[in-house]
């Protein structure tokens, strides 16, 4: 006991400590990640296609599979410091409560105005947006934390910010849209009519609570249809993975310094950032031979890309305009129940997660709406943070394995990813505290029905 009192409740780092470069999974990766396609061509994308789109250093980001380290920005490495290094925690009074022999640890990231850990790839892009000359960025955000953490970068960069937000978290997380519309962004809920693709998604859906997927053809299309613009996504993509490698190699350092080697590591999955964020470094280990980890994905049961997709090329959006990306997917004309994990409500996974779990570098499981919120609000009753929904379902498994140790003694160290707060989420909170929150699971009909619509792609 002695020695476990030399590893504080906070572990963090210095200034000196922090990474000066991301690390790229996808360079240790012996399988890569299948090419984004054309969707009119079925052949690879180039980086001339991709710039009409994306920012262009962005561009070559996205499309490295080779390069270990790229060096972060000094003025993307000035702006971390507002925020970062963010805390790594030993969870003492969550053992103490279960009654555990495990270790528990949380690496916590909410502790800036966004709420979460989203502004570690926000300014990054921002950035980039900047350093072209562009006049804004378009994006969308599903519980909200994206769209805040952009629109406070583009504050800080000057840059107009253009937010499409799934319409049933525009509804549920009104405050969330104020922060937003308070750093200067035009926040619409999506599917809207002011876009074209929008227009056609109310017409063959009537009433929709709308998708990301939704949201995101809309912000392509804003992007594209505006000189000056380009489109910049919170999640899914290889480069925001990478500028989320922040979360994994802060975590690794921390843990080295005092010789913690962790057993299991746990994170949310939507889109796949935080969770590759997280994961990047200790998975770069498993790559390259040199440790072994047990890494856990944890998704909705209401939208379960891992444990009930199909791992296919697929539209990264509703609308059917964006490329093609192989993950495991729901097909993108599905449309999750109107869940209260907005973060998590996407139709496929992040193609570099979706090549590792396809290979057995990784597990996943999903888990329902009630028992998350149970397990958020014993986390908040035990250690005084009130978690974000979607950091809640990792929080879930956390305590889960934790229980497992307790029944079979092992003394296993466990990491899990606190990926921001709850407090925009309050709705959520009072549905289940009036007991009037319910699960959905959809049936395998209907995700037959959406998946049989995927495009017809060899590979």
């Not at 006991?1 to 999974?25: C, F, H, R, S, V």
């Not at 053809?217 to 993509?237: C, F, H, M, Q």
Request: one cysteine or more; aromatic letters at 10%; charged letters at 25%.
């Amino acid at each position: 006991m002695a020695e476990e009192q030399k590893i504080p409740y906070k572990i963090y780092l210095t200034e000196d400590e922090m990474p000066k470069a991301w690390y790229n999974m996808r360079s240790d990766m012996k399988v890569k990640p299948a090419p984004l396609l054309n969707p009119g061509t079925g052949q690879p994308l180039t980086a001339e296609e991709l710039t009409p789109i994306f920012c262009e250093e962005l561009v070559k980001q996205e499309l490295d599979d080779d390069t270990a380290f790229i060096e972060i920005p000094q003025e993307i490495r000035d702006f971390y410091k507002m925020f970062r290094p963010s805390p790594l925690v030993r969870a003492y009074c969550l053992e103490e409560k279960l009654k555990t022999p495990a270790k528990i640890y949380y690496k916590f990231e909410g502790n800036n105005t966004s709420g979460s850990h989203k502004l570690n790839s926000a300014i990054a892009q921002a950035y980039y947006a900047k350093k072209q000359g562009l006049k804004g960025v378009t994006t969308e955000t599903g519980a909200g934390q994206w769209g805040t953490a952009l629109s406070m970068a583009c504050a800080y960069l000057g840059l107009d910010c253009k937010v499409y937000m799934v319409k049933v978290s525009y509804e549920q997380k009104p405050f969330r849209r104020e922060v937003m519309r308070t750093y200067g962004a035009s926040v619409v809920p999506s599917p809207s009519d002011t876009t074209e693709i929008g227009r056609k998604i109310l017409a063959e859906f009537p009433g929709t609570t709308g998708s990301l997927g939704c949201a995101i053809s809309e912000a392509v299309e804003v992007a594209t249809k505006n000189p000056g613009y380009r489109y910049v996504l919170g999640s899914v993509l290889n480069q925001v993975l990478l500028h989320q490698s922040v979360i994994g190699l802060e975590t690794k350092i921390a843990l080295d310094k005092y010789g913690i080697k962790p057993d299991i590591i746990i994170g949310c999955a939507g889109g796949g950032s935080n969770l590759g964020g997280l994961i990047a470094p200790f998975m770069g280990e498993k790559l390259r031979g040199e440790a072994d980890y047990r890494i856990i994905a944890v998704e909705p049961a209401s939208c379960p890309s891992f444990t009930r997709g199909t791992f296919a090329y697929d539209f990264c959006d509703t609308g059917m305009i964006c490329p093609l990306a192989k993950m495991y997917t729901l097909g993108s004309s599905f449309i999750p129940s109107a869940n209260h994990a907005g973060g998590l409500r996407f139709h496929g996974m992040s193609s570099t997660l979706s090549q590792l779990y396809h290979d057995g570098y990784m597990e996943a499981t999903s888990v329902e709406q009630t028992e998350v919120f149970e397990a958020a609000e014993f986390f908040a009753r035990t250690e005084g943070i009130l978690p974000a929904p979607e950091s809640s379902h990792a929080i879930r498994v956390a305590i889960d394995e934790a229980k497992k140790c307790a029944e079979t003694g092992e003394e296993k160290t466990i990491v899990f990813g606190l990926t921001g707060t709850g407090y925009f989420d309050l709705v959520a909170y009072q549905k289940y505290n009036d007991g009037e929150m319910s699960d959905y699971i959809p049936t395998d009909e209907e995700i037959a029905a959406s998946v049989a619509k995927l495009p017809k792609v060899e590979g």
